[in-house]
């Protein structure tokens, strides 16, 4: 069984308004990966996602494809803990309210 890790995501770009948390959670979820993003008034996208490092591996590789009408001009991970995790989540991955 694979260690558990948290990493935050902040992805910049057409990031709001084109379906991009939807997508994050659709293939989050499709990965059993645990957490929240959401949309920040700073025009970018966070997110908090918890699992093994393959699943969270394919999560950053779905971000920075993105859905359709997105486009990602930046993807920044760095670690979480458990606390940032907890903030918004409840069971599986969720759209936490705007930063």
Sequence with gaps: MSELEIIRLTVEGRVQGVGYRAFLV???LALDLTGWARNRR???VEAIAA???PALDA???AARRG???SRVDGLREE???EAALVEFCGAGFSVAPDA
């Design 26 to 28: 659709r293939e989050a």
């Design 42 to 44: 700073d025009g970018a």
């Design 51 to 53: 699992g093994p490092r």
């Design 59 to 61: 999560l950053i590789e």
């Design 67 to 69: 859905p359709r009408l």
């Design 79 to 81: 670690p979480a803990d």
